[in-house]
């Protein structure tokens, strides 16, 4: 039965010739039956080239080729046509079949799916020439593969060809997502109603963990993955290591953490498994092809590697190695290129110095105090250049752009590294400007606004600009967020509503000026709630997400209360 229908039979770009000039090499061809074209080159250390081009024909005395359309719908009807050609020296009376399989490939349902003859006698067709033949058939719903396979025999001779065709749903397949939180010592009911008119219910699943910050540490493999070519790359891996170990060392003692991790390098049970993989019909062929569930692939792999990425001698490795790749991406100047081989970006530096910097506060880790003071320089350059670019005339109706606010915010994390005289003058004019304007920008850039005064010893005016993101915020069960239109001075980006990288920045800024518990767990809860299977929206979002959640507001790594989880006054078994 022919079913390799491949258009290229094959690419061998390495051949090498032995002592006489000369090449062997096989191959299979596909079962596709037509005319090929081979192609051909060689060439010699001194460039010598020479090429060679032929076409040959695969074919059989007699065969059937059907026409396949790539997909159906599950409501179609449709005609299949296949042709037999006769290439035998005589007219022959071919039978012509088809059959029908579903996905398991073992139950025919022909008898459901085919409304015409399956078996059909043609007519003579004389030698040299060919004839079509059709069938017509009739999807079914809940189908979501059907191989058809169509055969000709005559005779002596017979040949046979098979096709999987995906069958597609005329619905459209969505799923709907619910973050439900329930705080410590606390009971919460959730009502939700299932019958819309016009859908139809597929599954209903529940996804459930006793510890929130698991959903924080099963992103880090995401993150220690990519192209060390970015510089911004090797940063994630080295924030991702140092996070890893700062995590292991503040969760050493949890028996909770500690068991989980034991299941992971054993494997002894599906700990590792994504939650989307646990439910089998989601593997079915449709929705493996979906981005949504190839997504849970990488998530289950993350997962199973988790165990390694807190292992201490793997930690040390990855921190160092990261590190160096750092060192050798960093320009003389300070600054971080986009890219290998490009000149150094600002942004990219920015982006870098403020993470080293939101590490050093969190795991007190001073190694990369040398690459940090070097790009603090670099920015610090910048921020006297464009203060010695201004005019005079224009000093005094200057309004501080969000350049200046991302530049001077991530210089606040090292008050420890010397600055020159004509930038203590640039920044005292820049913050000057910046007490008097930070209503003028949005959420997110008053909250790095607020970071900046209180590291440079205006806590009033920063606690002022906390009282008014308060003000502004928005409360209930999904946590404590922001909602506007307008420009992202962080992400750079326009939107509606505030994302992960500007909750974070907002959460860090309550958390330094004027902590309250309730308040930050409330926008640790919100980051979480953003969260789709493996990661948040991007590196970034995801790097943000972490560092916020990590050691801020309650302990959440505490787990040893009972939980109890009932759907419709049934209790379930928490696993």
Not at 166 to 177: A, I, K, N, W, Y
Not at 202 to 231: C, M
Not at 277 to 283: C, G, H, S, V
Not at 457 to 463: F, I, R, S, V
Request: proline content about 3%; glycine content about 4%; overall charge negative.
């Amino acid at each position: 039965i022919r079913s390799n229908f491949n258009e290229t039979a094959f690419f061998y770009p390495n051949l090498q010739t032995d002592k006489n000039g000369d090449a062997t090499f096989s191959f299979t061809m596909p079962d596709a039956l037509t005319r090929w074209k081979l192609r051909m080159l060689a060439y010699t250390k001194d460039l010598k080239v020479g090429t060679l081009e032929k076409t040959f024909v695969t074919q059989k005395p007699v065969m059937i080729m059907a026409d396949m359309p790539r997909f159906c719908y599950d409501e179609d009807t449709l005609w299949l046509v296949a042709n037999v050609v006769n290439l035998s020296e005589k007219a022959i009376s071919p039978i012509a079949r088809l059959e029908v399989f579903d996905e398991s490939g073992e139950l025919r349902v022909e008898s459901e799916v085919v409304l015409s003859e399956k078996e059909i006698e043609m007519e003579e067709i004389p030698a040299g020439r060919s004839q079509s033949v059709r069938w017509k058939v009739a999807m079914k719903k809940d189908i979501n593969l059907l191989t058809f396979r169509f055969s000709a025999t005559a005779g002596n001779f017979s040949d046979a060809e098979q096709h999987v065709m995906p069958v597609l749903s005329t619905e459209v397949f969505m799923t709907q997502t619910f973050p439900l939180i329930a705080k410590g010592n606390e009971k919460k009911d959730y009502n939700f109603n299932f019958e819309n008119e016009g859908e139809r219910n597929h599954a209903i699943t529940l996804n459930f963990s006793k510890n929130p910050t698991w959903y924080a540490v099963q992103a880090l493999p995401y993150l220690d993955n990519g192209n060390e070519r970015y510089a911004e790359t090797a940063f994630h891996r080295y924030f991702t290591n140092s996070v890893a170990k700062h995590v292991a060392s503040s969760l050493k003692d949890s028996p909770e953490m500690k068991r989980l991790l034991e299941s992971l390098r054993n494997d002894s049970t599906n700990a590792a498994l994504s939650e989307l993989e646990k439910n089998q019909e989601l593997k079915e062929i449709l929705l493996n092809e979906t981005p949504w569930v190839l997504d849970a692939k990488n998530e289950a792999e993350q997962r199973a590697n988790i165990s390694k990425l807190f292992d201490t001698e793997v930690i040390d490795k990855n921190t160092e190695s990261a590190l160096k790749i750092l060192k050798k991406r960093q320009k003389p100047s300070g600054g971080w290129p986009w890219v290998e081989g490009m000149p150094e970006s600002t942004l990219v530096t920015q982006y870098i110095l403020g993470g080293l910097g939101r590490l050093e506060s969190l795991t007190e880790n001073k190694n990369a105090d040398a690459i940090a003071e070097k790009a603090f320089h670099f920015i610090e350059n910048d921020v006297v250049k464009r203060f010695n670019d201004l005019k005079e005339s224009d000093k005094k109706n200057y309004h501080c752009g969000v350049m200046i606010v991302r530049e001077l915010f991530v210089m606040s994390y090292f008050p420890k590294f010397e600055t020159s005289e004509k930038f203590k003058e640039a920044k005292a004019f820049y913050i000057g400007k910046l007490k008097k304007d930070w209503t003028n920008f949005n959420f997110e850039a008053q909250a790095g606004i607020a970071l900046i005064l209180n590291r440079n010893g205006d806590k009033n005016e920063a606690m002022a600009i906390l009282k008014s993101l308060r003000e502004c915020a928005q409360k209930n069960e999904l946590g404590m967020y922001w909602f506007e239109t307008g420009y992202s001075w962080y992400s750079g980006s326009t939107r509606q509503s505030i994302g992960v990288e500007d909750e974070a920045r907002i959460l860090e800024a309550f958390n330094e000026i004027d902590p309250k518990n309730e308040e930050i767990d409330a926008m640790r809860f919100w980051i979480l709630g953003q969260k789709r299977t493996n990661m948040w929206d991007n590196d970034r979002a995801t790097a943000e997400a972490v560092y916020a959640i990590v050691n801020r507001g309650t302990d959440w790594t505490n787990d040893n209360g009972e939980v109890v989880v009932e759907i419709n006054d049934k209790r379930l078994e928490i696993r």
